[in-house]
């Protein structure tokens, strides 16, 4: 599908915004970063916002990305041949334009089933996957569905060129009993922290604490083409369990690893500048994650945006 005659690119213009980021990164880098909005739906006992997730692209031929710095939580999930993908969870603010877009995987079936029905925008799926999609509690949002919802930036090569208009897609109608994520005043203990390394077989994340988690990938710093370096207010490192896939995701056989977010394990939680050592936990499918420390004492995130990086225990 190509640009309509009113329709820019989203990365039309793409070498300005590139500069731009750039130029942004040493101002950052000099001043100090700007503190991270509060996007928080609440704290304990609030109810979860109705949601719309974005499924994005995240291998090096995708970035830089659109949309993504206005994302009320991230989480960053390992698929097929060590890469990652992302999905972008949004709440407050929609952005214009969010991508690019990838596929569904089986991994969302089961993580998303705690924001209630939220809205999936992704570009396809395995057909087998088909089923299960139809019968999760969500609402598809594929090129499928709201085709004029979607646009593809030709200056890009498939199928690293597909992006969303968040405006176009419905409307998310039902969130959950409770926020998926507890938001508040950090408990007593952890310990200092201003830099953390997340690795994935083929994804090297790198975190920088300055008034917000500033995260490189592979040695660049993560920048979304319409608000610039990418921040979090809190990052969680969630050590998960994981499964192989039922079904074929790519062209070469290759099946993607299915991640298991319900149970309970090993996490990191980084905020304020300090690493908590705690425990996730999550009885079934439609109760959110909690984060606890050793003593179970319950371990808020930091008001404000949030990544949740899904890494193989």
Same mark, same amino acid.
């Given at each position: 599908?190509? +640009?309509?005659? #009113? ?12 500069? #731009? ?9 000099? #001043? &100090? ?6 996007? %928080?739906? &609440?704290?304990?006992?609030a ?28 989480? @960053?999930?390992?698929? $097929? ?5 992302? %999905?972008?969870?949004?709440?407050n ?11 569904a ?6 993580l998303?089933?705690?924001?209630g /029905? ?6 396809? !799926?395995?057909?087998?996957?088909v ?6 509690? +969500? ?24 992006? @969303? ?12 009993? %409770? =926020? ?13 922290? /201003? ?22 990938? *592979? ?8 608000? &610039?370096?990418?921040?979090?207010? !809190? ?20 099946? !993607?690893?299915? @991640?298991? /977010?319900?149970g ?14 705690? =425990? ?6 439609? *109760? ?9 004492? $319950?371990?808020?995130?930091?008001? &404000?945006?949030?990544?949740?990086? +899904?890494?193989?225990?």
């Open positions: 599908m190509g +640009l309509g005659p #009113c329709e820019v690119s989203p990365v039309g213009a793409r070498w300005f915004s590139a500069v #731009c980021a750039v130029l942004l990164v040493v101002a950052v880098s000099a #001043c &100090g970063a700007e503190p991270v909005a509060e996007t %928080a739906p &609440g704290a304990s006992g109810a979860q916002p109705a949601a719309l997730v974005v499924k994005v692209d995240n291998a090096a031929a995708a970035r830089p990305h659109t949309g993504i710095g206005s994302a009320d939580v991230v989480y @960053v999930e390992p698929v $097929e041949g060590g890469l990652t993908r992302l %999905a972008a969870v949004y709440w603010a929609l952005p214009e334009v969010v991508g690019p877009v990838r596929s995987r089986e991994t969302d079936v089961e998303l089933a705690q924001y /029905t939220p809205v999936l925008a992704f570009s396809g !799926s395995a057909p087998e996957l089923p299960l999609l139809d019968e999760a509690r +969500l609402t598809k949002a594929s090129p499928q569905d709201v085709g004029d919802a979607y646009v593809r930036d030709e200056s890009k090569r498939a199928p690293h060129n597909l992006y @969303v208009h968040p405006p176009r897609l419905p409307k998310p109608e039902t969130g959950a009993g %409770a =926020t998926v994520l507890q938001y508040g005043p950090a408990p007593p203990g952890g310990r200092p922290a /201003t830099n953390w390394s997340v690795t994935f077989q083929r994804a090297a994340f790198d975190l920088s604490w300055s008034a917000g988690w500033a995260i490189s990938l *592979d040695g660049t710093p993560l920048v979304s083409t319409d608000s &610039g370096p990418v921040q979090a207010a !809190s990052v969680v490192v969630q050590r998960v369990p994981t499964r192989t896939g039922r079904f074929v995701e790519d062209a070469s056989g290759t099946v !993607s690893p299915v @991640v298991v /977010t319900i309970s394990g090993a996490a990191v939680v980084l905020r304020d500048g300090v690493a908590f050592d705690a =425990t996730w936990s999550r009885p079934t499918a439609a *109760d959110p994650t909690r984060f606890t420390t050793a003593d179970g004492t $319950e371990l808020p995130l930091a008001p &404000g945006r949030a990544w949740v990086f +899904l890494v193989p225990a």
